[in-house]
T-cell receptor
């Protein structure tokens, strides 16, 4: 069984300051992990993904995440927040060998607010 | 590559009517597609797995007679919400699988009045 926990439902940062969105996972297998962003009334956009290669993953728009197996974490970071980063962020875990496709589990989401 | 579209992006229907949502993989073939539902301020909940050429697999608690899924071709899956009620109002998102990864559509906002 797999699960993912996003520890913060809301995060508020000032523009230009660092962003940290936390995610912990549980998986019986070597997981694939993803971060998606969703702007209001929009679909999901993939920010980055970890698939057992480098543990530090760089994504789009300056975001990156580090896979830490010992801590079962995959936190999302960005050095400097921009107003356009305000959105909902989802951490997602997948079981790579479930029925021939990757069935994913979504976290509950973290809403990022960026204060001017 | 790996683009998934949904149509319509928004739909408003009257209570008791049915509405069909299409999910298309535009530049690849997908034998498996997923349908999710997102409640306001909530995460995405998997509704069903759509398999080309066979019956869909529904998650526990999802009414298969209410949410009809047809995966008629390798690039198209449809979700029909039958006899819609206001509580069916939601954001529906599909995904298509390519090489063990899911690619998500932009979503469809359904409002039942």
């Amino acid at each position: 069984a797999q699960s993912v926990t996003q520890l913060d439902s809301h995060v508020s940062v000032s523009e230009g300051t660092p962003v940290l969105l936390r995610c912990n996972y549980s998986s019986s297998y070597s997981p694939s992990l993803f971060w998606y962003v969703q702007h209001p009334n929009k679909g999901l956009q993939l920010l980055l993904k970890y698939t057992s290669a480098a543990t530090l993953v760089k994504g789009i728009n300056g975001f990156e995440a580090e896979f830490k197996k010992s801590e079962t974490s995959f936190h999302l970071t960005k050095p400097s927040a921009h107003m356009s980063d305000a959105a909902e962020y989802f951490c997602v875990v997948s079981d790579p060998y479930s029925g021939g496709y990757q069935k994913v589990t979504f976290g509950t989401g973290t809403k990022l607010q960026v204060i001017p | 590559g790996a683009v998934v579209s949904q149509h319509p992006s928004r739909v408003i229907c009257k209570s008791g009517t049915s509405v069909k949502i299409e999910c298309r993989s535009l530049d690849f073939q997908a034998t498996t597609m997923f349908w999710y539902r997102q409640f306001p301020k909530k995460s995405l909940m998997l509704m069903a797995t759509s398999n080309e050429g066979s019956k869909a697999t529904y998650e526990q608690g999802v009414e298969k007679d209410k949410f009809l899924i047809n995966h008629a071709s390798l690039t198209l899956s449809t979700l029909t919400v039958t006899s819609a009620h206001p509580e069916d109002s939601s954001f529906y998102i599909c995904s298509a699988v390519l090489k063990y990864e899911q690619y998500f559509g932009p979503g469809t906002r359904l409002t039942v009045t």
